[in-house]
């Protein structure tokens, strides 16, 4: 079993930073692949970007491709999202997710979700 939350949400100017991080509880974190995943009001969630258990691996959706940046410390069962350049269009929920996949983007791939974090970007 996996618990995860989200933290590092808040209201940014357009062209701002923010990094997410996603706390995770377990003796198994190592060995799950882990993504962020986000929903903005009325649309579907949407995959954003994914990492490998070992970290070795990343995927990233095209419309976050050169702005944002996943990794993760095993050690501190933690995975980030580092968020640069930030538009309009990325404001949504984000939530973190734990699966035994490759850390690609379907969603079926992950067991475990966290209870998301609000980004704004204002413009």
């Known amino acids: 079993q996996v618990q995860l939350v989200e933290s590092g949400g808040g209201l940014v100017q357009a062209g701002g930073s923010l990094r997410l991080s996603c706390a995770a509880s377990?003796?198994?974190?190592?060995?799950?692949?882990m993504g962020w995943f986000r929903q903005a009001p009325g649309k579907e969630r949407e995959f954003v970007a994914g990492?490998?258990?070992?970290?070795?691996?990343?995927y990233y959706a095209d419309s976050v491709k050169g702005r944002f940046t996943i990794s993760r410390d095993n050690a501190k069962k933690t995975v980030y999202l580092q968020m640069n350049s930030l538009k309009p269009e990325d404001t949504a929920v984000y939530y973190c997710?734990?699966?035994?996949?490759?850390?690609?983007?379907?969603?079926?791939?992950?067991?475990?979700w966290g209870q998301g974090t609000q980004v704004t970007v204002s413009s």
């Open positions: 990492i490998s258990w070992s970290g070795g691996s990343t």
């Open positions: 377990g003796r198994t974190f190592r060995s799950y692949a």
């Open positions: 997710a734990a699966g035994r996949g490759p850390g690609g983007r379907p969603e079926t791939e992950y067991d475990y």
